[in-house]
């Protein structure tokens, strides 16, 4: 069984940023895509950042483009989510998902086949 861990979430007050890890078990991410969702209090599951392994394609929601950004760990077989410019409306659970989906479903969570259990990333002044 594929096992995913996500780490560095945390507090932020406005404006500065965090570093997210999603790190594989059992398996490697070749081969497939890599996406974070978010989920706070209240409200649905939203995509917020892809990435395919191999084909390197990023994909970005509209609420973290220009601020966030997905890349590769090749050395510690993790997904890295960079959060700059951290706003209030950023405060959720953090998810990684990993699966093959088509292009157009990449922002939809059932696509993906495995998930972590997420990390909490609060931003407040």
């Known amino acids: 069984q594929v096992q995913l861990v996500e780490s560095g979430g945390g507090w932020a007050q406005p404006g500065e940023s965090l570093r997210l890890s999603c790190t594989a078990s059992?398996?490697?991410?070749?081969?497939?895509?890599a996406s974070w969702f978010r989920q706070a209090p209240g409200k649905e599951r939203e995509f917020v950042a892809g990435l395919r392994w191999s084909g390197g394609n990023t994909y970005y929601a509209d609420s973290g483009k220009g601020r966030f950004s997905i890349s590769k760990d090749r050395a510690n077989n993790a997904i890295i989510l960079q959060m700059n410019s951290l706003k209030p409306d950023d405060t959720a659970i953090y998810y990684c998902?990993?699966?093959?989906?088509?292009?157009?479903?990449?922002?939809?969570?059932?696509?993906?086949?495995?998930w972590g259990q997420g990390t909490q990333v609060t931003v407040s002044s």
């Open positions: 059992g398996s490697t991410f070749a081969g497939y895509t």
């Open positions: 998902g990993v699966g093959r989906p088509i292009q157009s479903s990449v922002a939809t969570p059932g696509s993906y086949y495995y």
